[in-house]
Structure formats: structure tokens, C-alpha cells
């Protein structure tokens, strides 16, 4: 069985400055990443993925994410943060194989973007 | 371009009563799933339904039922509800090899 677990459970950061928001999986088969953000009382939207190829993954909004295998990680960075990125970002996993899509996902992290 | 529709976006129940929960999706996904978010746990699959006519157990099944009606539609159901069910329930549906698409969640309170 697979886990996730996202290292900070909120993260404050002023505007312009970079972040880094942590995650950790475990799993004995290959994996497929996944950020996902949720901004307040909407759904779950995609980020970013990662599936295979480049272990770098960026989004159309700036954030990128590196698929670390020896260290088991994908951690979500953005160099220059904007007040409009405060949300609660979710990372999640999906085994390969007859997984049949399930995720599992983290804990989440809530970033706050102060002015 | 509705994606994933959820119904209701809101509801308050007294313990014990039942409620069923709907979801439907336009993009004829083949799989579907029900997730509940808690705070400080993410989100915890219920149940899926990897196609049409077949559902499976996920991490938290127990108190809830599903019934996929058909590709579209995809129910949950809490027979006799209890205040641990109090929590935000999200639907999802996806294609083969593609990520899962989310609908904006429904909000249960149990008292």
C-alpha cells in the first residue's frame, strides 16, 4: 500500500517570495505524482502531474515540481508567489498497474500568501 | 462544459436519517470515485467504480453505499447517518491514463 505524507500542514509566506511546499511517498511499485489546489469552498483542481519523462514538471501558473526517485519526493516549488496562489495544495499518489486510478493523497498544505 | 455536478451543495441531517448523495459527469468517463475531506487528513476514498456495473470498497467504506446508475451517474448513500459522517464529500470521474477530474463538493453536517 501506498502513503503521502506532505511535511507542513500550513505554510505563511509573503508575496513575491519563493516556496517550497514539501511531499513524501512511499509505495513498492512505480508511481504516478500529482498536485492538486483547492481554493476556498471549490473542488479539487489539477496542478501538475507527473507520469513519466522529464522528472521536472511544470504548471502553467509558474509552480514546478521535481519527481525525486532515490528520495522518494515531489515537492511543489514557485520562485515568486502571488497573493492569489493562498490555498490548500494536495499532493497524491497513483500506483501503477490495475490500481484502477485511485489516489491517495496527503494531508495537505495550506499556503498563505501575505501582501 | 458542466464536468463533474454534485448534488446538493449543502445539507443538514439529524442522526439516523438516510441521504443519498448524487453525481453525475458529461466527459463519458469511464471510472468514477467518492472521496470525504476532513481536516488535517486529506482526502479518503469511500468507494469507486472502476466502470460501469462494478463498484469497489476504498479506505473508508464502512457506514456508506454506492450505485452506479449508469456511465453518468455515480450515488452515495448513508442509510443511517452519524455525526463521524459529518464532512465534505467530493465526487471524481476519469478517463483511462488521465488524471482525475473533481466536482466542487457537497457539504454534510450530521447533528
Not at chain 1, 44 to 50: D, E, M, N, S, T
Amino acid at each position: 500500500a501506498q502513503s503521502v505524507t506532505q511535511l507542513d500542514s500550513q505554510v505563511p509566506v509573503f508575496e513575491e517570495a519563493p516556496v517550497e511546499l514539501r511531499c513524501n511517498y512511499s509505495s513498492s511499485v512505480s508511481v504516478y505524482l500529482f498536485w492538486y489546489v483547492q481554493y476556498p469552498n471549490q473542488g479539487l483542481q489539477l496542478l501538475l502531474k507527473y507520469l513519466s519523462g522529464s522528472t521536472l514538471v511544470e504548471s502553467i501558473n509558474g509552480f514546478e515540481a521535481e519527481f525525486n526517485k532515490s528520495q522518494t519526493s515531489f515537492h511543489l516549488r514557485k520562485p515568486s508567489v502571488h497573493i492569489s496562489d493562498t490555498a490548500e495544495y494536495f499532493c497524491a499518489v497513483r500506483c501503477g498497474g490495475t490500481s484502477y486510478g485511485k489516489l491517495t493523497f496527503g494531508q495537505g498544505t495550506i499556503l498563505t500568501v501575505h501582501p | 462544459n458542466a464536468g463533474v455536478t454534485q448534488t446538493p451543495k449543502f445539507q443538514v441531517l439529524k442522526t439516523g436519517q438516510s441521504m443519498t448523495l448524487q453525481c453525475a459527469q458529461d466527459m463519458n468517463h469511464n471510472s468514477m470515485y467518492w472521496y470525504r475531506q476532513d481536516p488535517g487528513m486529506g482526502l479518503r476514498l469511500i468507494y469507486y467504480s472502476a466502470s460501469e456495473g462494478t463498484t469497489d470498497k476504498g479506505e473508508v467504506p464502512n457506514g456508506y453505499n454506492v450505485s452506479r446508475l449508469n456511465k453518468r451517474e455515480f450515488s452515495l448513500r448513508l442509510e443511517s447517518a452519524a455525526p463521524s459522517q459529518t464532512s465534505v464529500y467530493f465526487c471524481a470521474s476519469r478517463a483511462a491514463q488521465q488524471p482525475q477530474h473533481f466536482g466542487d463538493g457537497t457539504r454534510l453536517s450530521i447533528l
